[in-house]
């Protein structure tokens, strides 16, 4: 399947998972995956631990995907991989059926700042990619509505992802974005720039104000726009989100609210991205299904056949 053909035709829906890093969260991975398979997602895409710590899990994940009957997407980074690694991981990855790969960096370790393998960037990974296996992969990318942090600028950033395009990837899956206008402006300024690659739109759910704040602040420094913020605030779990203490009912029954005007607001932000023209929707399921078939069903992108 070339999903880039299907874009031409259509919107596309797909859920992105973590491998489980417990024998339970394995055991129960099928079960969430044939839920979220119930809305004919046209792809699931499964996390790569930068340094491939997690490999063999991501590759027997992507085959519980296939066994449901949809595409596995595998991502992969260049953080302390060789060029022959990352050739046998490729050919392992073919042999098994998955020929749809995010190249991608990766983040440096902590308190690294180097990949620590052959490679610097994402570019090369592609370019690596088409020199070695041709078409074989369906290559994605990743994009930064916001400009990736460490870059030099928006327009540096951008310039880059016109290089991962000329290097022969085929798409692009965003970083997240709450930041509506910066995103119009971005999609603008891609397409002025000669980026044409499709755009598929990386959406996280809003669930859990601790999980939100760390995603957004702790890694990629995205913004949060007014209503959200103001969500988190009218939700705050005191004294600390982060606490994992146990918590008392009614902070049990704000996080249920919380959550609940997460669901709405994730809802509306797909609304506005699907009203943006863009060729998919890929939404980090966090290996939950019902809460994300609750935003499914309630955003109307698909009922259940
Ligand atoms: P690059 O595109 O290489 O960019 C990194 C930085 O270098 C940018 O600032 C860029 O402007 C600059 N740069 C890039 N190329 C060049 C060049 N040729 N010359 C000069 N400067 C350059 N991480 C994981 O570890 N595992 C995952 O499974 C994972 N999944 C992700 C899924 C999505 C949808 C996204 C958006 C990110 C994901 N990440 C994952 C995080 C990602 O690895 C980090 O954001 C990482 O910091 C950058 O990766 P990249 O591919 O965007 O890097």
């Known amino acids: 399947v070339k999903l880039t053909e299907l874009m031409k035709e259509r919107q596309l829906l797909s859920f992105e998972l973590f491998p489980p890093k ?13 839920h ?31 066994k449901a009957g949809t595409v596995p997407v595998t991502h992969f980074t260049v953080i302390k991989n060789t060029k022959e690694g990352i050739k046998d991981q490729l050919e392992t990855y073919l042999s098994e059926g998955v020929d749809h790969i995010l190249a991608l960096r990766g ?27 041709g078409d074989k992969f369906e290559i994605a990318v990743a994009g930064s509505p916001e400009g990736h942090i460490a870059c030099r600028s928006l327009d540096a950033d951008i310039s880059v992802l016109k290089m991962k395009q000329d290097n022969g990837a085929d798409y692009i899956m965003t970083q997240l974005c709450w930041d509506m206008e910066q995103f119009a402006r971005w999609q603008d300024k891609i397409r002025k720039a000669g980026v044409t690659m499709p755009i598929d739109v990386g959406i996280m759910p809003i669930l859990d104000q601790a999980a939100t704040i760390n ?23 005191f004294p600390n989100p982060f606490d994992k203490a146990p918590f008392d009912d009614a902070l049990e029954q704000k996080k249920e609210d919380f ?24 939404l980090y399921a966090l290996n939950k ?4 078939s609750e935003i499914i069903k309630e955003s109307g992108m698909r009922t259940l056949v």
């Not at 417990?22 to 044939?34: R, V």
């Not at 979220?36 to 590759?59: D, H, M, Q, W």
């Open 289 to 292: 299904w019902k809460d994300v």
């Open 259 to 282: 959550k609940k005007a997460g669901i709405e607001y994730t809802i509306k932000q797909i609304d506005k991205y699907r009203a943006l023209g863009v060729e998919g929707i890929h």
């Open 107 to 133: 983040d440096f370790p902590r308190g690294e700042n180097s990949t620590g393998g052959d490679f610097n960037y994402a570019t090369d990974l592609v370019k690596f990619i088409r020199k070695e296996f």
């Open 215 to 237: 995603m957004a602040l702790s890694r990629n420094g995205c913004v949060m726009d007014r209503e959200l913020s103001r969500l988190i605030s009218k939700y705050w779990i």
């Open 36 to 66: 979220l398979c119930e809305f004919k997602p046209e792809y699931i895409s499964v996390t790569y631990g930068a340094g491939g710590g997690n490999v063999g899990t991501n590759r027997e994940v992507c085959q519980m995907v296939k």
């Open 22 to 34: 417990t024998d339970k969260g394995m055991e129960n991975l099928p079960g969430t995956i044939e």
